[in-house]
């Protein structure tokens, strides 16, 4: 009933719009088939749709070499009726119809390049926002061009339609918002991720109010077309001095240009070279006699216990400059650094050490969870596109991106809050792979095989660019792609990353509040913590005044109550109830203070130091803490005295003493023990003990300075060197 519902309104809207159908759709004949051009032209628009999806469904029919009935009829036989409810189904069958269309005209190496392929993915987005009649904008004007007589173009491009040519030419004011982009965009592997396509989209919007433009959609697109051909090219140049393994993909190479050097520094010495990152090491090769030498292989695939982190470098080993990445693993002798030397600022040195970071928490990611050869591929052609896409942004919009903003999906993975929660998602996912593609005809359910297997998206599309081996690129031929977006679903992927991102907005706040409170200076930060721990510093103080014995009443009322609390083993009750009257307090604080601001904690700051007077305090603390290691290393180096009997008689007695305390240990319940060490300590300032402590204590001074401390011996550098060699 509900085909004959849909048949008869298609022919009332065929027989109403009978020359509007005609001027949209039809095209003149070439060199294609009568056949062919007749399967494809022949349905007119479907009256459920709004203009730009029925202009999106025409393309996508074009592109497949379906008619839009056959599209349509696929949809309501393939998908669970889960996705085909009467508010949701001419979105989701556009969602139906640019999958496909995207799985196919991706195979193409140059689809990038097409700007038709760019306009008609751009116009899916605005399709995505404005589905159906009902969401059409309703100021919009009626097209111009509907009774024109419209010429045959070109036709080189795939994409290429001449009766909706001019349908998809959208007005300049029209943009798309942030989730039409997210479940568009990562349809296409190379433009999109899933997890980063949030970051992604804020990053093209920066300046746009949230709401993405074509023209901006249309410079990114061009500009990762650019990126992939400078690295596609870079797999053919024979570089002598960089040999690269099978498999090897040159991601970016730094040092190049005599302006923009890369200076690596070793201990001391520092030199000029080119830095190369592959998606599996760094390679540094220095600048010799107008060539360079062999480059240095830098691991990041093996576990070499690799640290990867930013650092200050300059002439001479001095730190003074923020704009080097710090190289350190067990395979080396020494850290490695290399410096991005630049006048303003240090985003050279930011980039290359996200880039680096993401390869490197690829491999981690890999070697975690014992993955196989096909999902290894997977995970590091994920890395690998993300970079082209990092590398995309940063040159045609100059954006740099923050923590929480990366768009890089192993890096964001590691910064975000709960983000192992997305990488455990995406190993569960990676477990469905299979060797390619789902095998694919048109009576088998698509939506059956999106539940049973997943294919390696990111590695086929690297080898439809030309980046893989052959036997990887033929993986993907003539099968249908199964990625990680499924048509009117959102996988656990995409709610694991929608979690995560929720949170962050909490953490980033707190975030700033801690930035907010820093301040800088020895004197000032010391005041600050005075001031917080004024209480638990007035406790300390009042318990050193009773065990001064000063107020002698108020010391034994002091000592009865804590011997009691002892000997009843009431510890751990005082404590519970320290617990929970902290409890308490901090419910009364929230139930009474709810929406009021928490007021700012008064700190009285010292008095100003000038810059002479603020070096004088920082040497005189830096000796000050000098000291305190002088002494705890002698403490260390006598009890090694002790332990070797470099004095005998002291080791005899402090063996003799280690034997009795162990005695005590077996034999004396611990609360004893504790009251009697308790009980020494409280009352060693007693009147009639005082004198006889005194003396303890001089004797125990006296016979700890008498043990010598074990001899040290020095040795520079270079000479462990020497031995070691």
């Not at 640019?98 to 760019?118: C, I, K, T």
């Not at 070499?304 to 002439?315: A, F, H, N, R, S």
């Not at 599309?461 to 036997?471: A, C, D, E, P």
């Not at 007695?653 to 034999?667: D, E, I, S």
Request: net charge neutral; with cysteine.
């Amino acid at each position: 009933m509900e085909a004959v519902v849909k048949k008869g309104l298609l022919e009332n809207f065929m027989q109403t719009h009978q020359n509007s159908i005609r001027s949209l759709f039809q095209r003149k004949k070439k060199s294609s088939t009568n056949e062919e051009d007749s399967l494809v032209d022949s349905p007119g628009p479907i009256p459920q749709l709004s203009v730009i999806a029925n202009s999106v469904v025409a393309r996508c029919s074009k592109i497949l070499k379906v008619s839009t009935a056959e599209l349509q009829h696929r949809f309501d036989i393939e998908l669970p009726e889960t996705v085909k409810q009467l508010l949701t189904y001419t979105r989701n069958f556009v969602e139906f119809c640019s999958y496909q269309a995207l799985n196919m005209v991706s195979r193409n190496p140059d689809y990038l390049s097409d700007p038709e392929f760019r306009r008609l993915m751009y116009d899916m987005m605005l399709a995505w926002e404005a589905p159906c009649v009902e969401t059409e904008p309703e100021n919009k004007e009626s097209p111009s061009y509907i009774n024109e007589e419209l010429e045959d173009e070109d036709g080189s491009s795939l994409f290429h339609f001449s009766s909706t040519n001019l349908a998809v030419q959208v007005d300049d004011k029209k943009t798309i918002g942030p989730e039409a982009f997210a479940r568009i965009a990562p349809a296409c592997p190379v433009v999109a991720d899933v997890i980063i396509v949030h970051n992604l989209f804020d990053a093209l919007t920066s300046s746009s109010s949230h709401r993405l433009h074509f023209l901006i959609f249309d410079k990114y697109l061009r500009s990762l077309d650019k990126v992939v051909k400078v690295a596609k090219n870079a797999l053919g140049l024979s570089i002598s001095n960089l040999p690269l393994d099978e498999g090897e993909i040159t991601l970016d190479v730094d040092g190049a240009v005599p302006t923009q050097p890369v200076l690596q520094h070793v201990g001391m010495s520092a030199w000029p070279g080119r830095l190369t990152l592959t998606n599996y090491a760094l390679y540094f090769g220095s600048l010799g006699m107008g060539s360079y030498d062999k480059a240095v292989r830098y691991d990041l695939a093996t576990d070499l216990k690799q640290v990867i982190k930013p650092e200050l470098t300059g002439p001479l080993g001095a730190r003074l400059f923020d704009k080097a990445v710090m190289y350190n693993s067990s395979s080396v002798e020494e850290p490695v650094y290399f410096e991005f030397p630049e006048f303003k600022g240090n985003s050279r040195r930011d980039y290359w050490l996200d880039i680096c970071l993401e390869i490197l928490r690829a491999h981690r990611f890999i070697r975690k969870n014992n993955f196989n050869k096909i999902q290894q591929s997977e995970v590091l052609a994920r890395a690998v596109l993300g970079i082209f896409r990092y590398r995309a942004i940063r040159e045609a919009f100059h954006i740099c991106s923050s923590q929480y903003k990366t768009l890089l999906a192993f890096n964001l993975a590691e910064s975000l809050p709960k983000g192992d929660i997305i990488l455990e998602t995406l190993s569960s996912r990676l477990a469905l792979l299979s060797g390619g593609g789902a095998q694919h005809d048109m009576t088998e359910s698509l939506y059956t095989k999106q539940k049973l297997k997943l294919s390696p998206v990111a590695m086929l599309t690297l080898g439809q660019l030309g980046f893989n081996s052959q036997k990887e690129s033929n993986l993907g031929a003539g099968v249908e792609v199964v990625g990680d977006i499924c048509v009117g679903e959102t996988n656990l992927l995409e709610i694991a990353v929608k979690k995560s991102i929720s949170d962050t907005g909490r953490v980033e706040a707190a975030q700033a509040t801690v930035n907010q409170v820093k301040v800088e200076g020895i004197d000032t930060n010391l005041a600050v913590m005075k001031e917080l721990l004024f209480h638990l510093i007035a406790i300390a103080r009042h318990i050193e005044h009773f065990a001064s014995w000063e107020d002698p009443f108020k010391s034994t009322v002091f000592l009865m109550l804590t011997t009691l609390v002892i000997l009843r083993d009431w510890i751990r009750y005082i404590l519970a109830s320290i617990s929970v009257f902290l409890a308490v307090c901090m419910l009364w604080s929230r139930l009474f203070n709810r929406g009021k601001p928490l007021e700012p904690f008064r700190i009285i700051l010292p008095p100003n130091k000038n810059a002479v007077e603020q070096l004088l305090t920082l040497q005189e603390a830096i000796s000050k803490f000098e000291a305190l290691i002088q002494d705890g290393n002698i403490i260390l180096l006598k009890i090694r005295a002790l332990l070797f009997a470099a004095l005998p008689p002291a080791t005899d007695k402090v063996a003799l003493l280690l034997v009795l305390m162990a005695a005590v240990f077996v034999f004396v319940p611990p609360r004893y023990i504790i009251l009697l060490v308790y009980l020494e300590a409280f009352t060693r300032e007693l009147p009639y003990r005082k004198e006889s402590s005194d003396k303890l204590l001089r004797r125990a001074r006296e016979w700890w300075f008498r043990i010598p401390a074990a001899p040290v011996q020095l040795i520079k550098n270079e000479e462990k060197r020497k031995k070691k060699r």
